[in-house]
């Protein structure tokens, strides 16, 4: 009896410690608007989602940190596929809780002029997409969304692999577009 009340106190202790599992945005949720310091090709500039969306869709990238491995390999990534991107009408936007200094020299360097990247060193916009990789840290977790000019997100893909959310993405728009255009030439 004595082990039973142990293992169940060492359980209840533990659940108390742990982290709390942060749920991402959903699919049809409302993605929230933000103004964020961003740069494009080195030149900063105020990003704005709501003055975005009125062009296309977004394709919202979380990154954990400028110029670590993983996160240079999807800024080449979403580069290479920059131009895809934009014949649908999208606009791709990375951001990460740096300053906007480090994101500026990412913005040239990897990101090779080709598409913005946001700073987000006090973590509000992180936080409001459920992005933040581990409790009490304000470092992101590799994560995209797509938001369609409605402000609704209609796609999310989560993994801190970068090698996937490129074409994902990116297929994911095409989706959208293809609904759209079907839409739009109805009788």
């Known amino acids: 009896m004595r082990w039973k009340c142990a293992t169940a106190m060492v359980a209840s202790v533990m659940l108390m410690c742990a982290p709390a599992a942060q749920a ?7 993605a929230p608007d933000f103004t964020a310091q961003a740069a494009l090709a080195g030149k900063p500039f105020s990003f704005s989602l709501s003055a975005a969306l009125k ?4 394709v919202l990238y979380f990154y954990p940190k400028v110029f670590t491995s993983g996160c240079t390999v999807e800024a080449h990534l979403f580069a290479e596929a920059s131009e895809q991107f934009a014949a ?3 606009v791709v936007i990375g951001i990460s809780a740096d300053g906007i200094e480090a994101v500026q020299k990412f913005s040239v360097e990897e990101c090779r002029n ?10 509000k916009v992180i936080k409001a997409y459920d992005a933040k ?3 009490g840290s304000s470092i992101s977790k590799r994560v995209s969304y797509v938001i369609v000019p409605d402000g609704k997100v209609s796609y999310v893909y989560n993994s801190m692999d970068p ?6 993405t990116l297929e994911a728009v095409k989706s959208w577009k293809s609904r759209a255009t079907a839409v739009s030439v109805k009788p």
């Open 163 to 168: 090698k996937e959310h490129v074409s994902r």
């Open 24 to 30: 991402l945005l959903a699919i049809g949720d409302v």
């Open 114 to 123: 080709k598409f913005a990247v946001a700073a987000d060193p006090d973590g």
């Open 133 to 135: 990789l581990t409790f």
């Open 88 to 90: 649908m009408g999208a």
């Open 55 to 58: 062009q296309g869709p977004v």
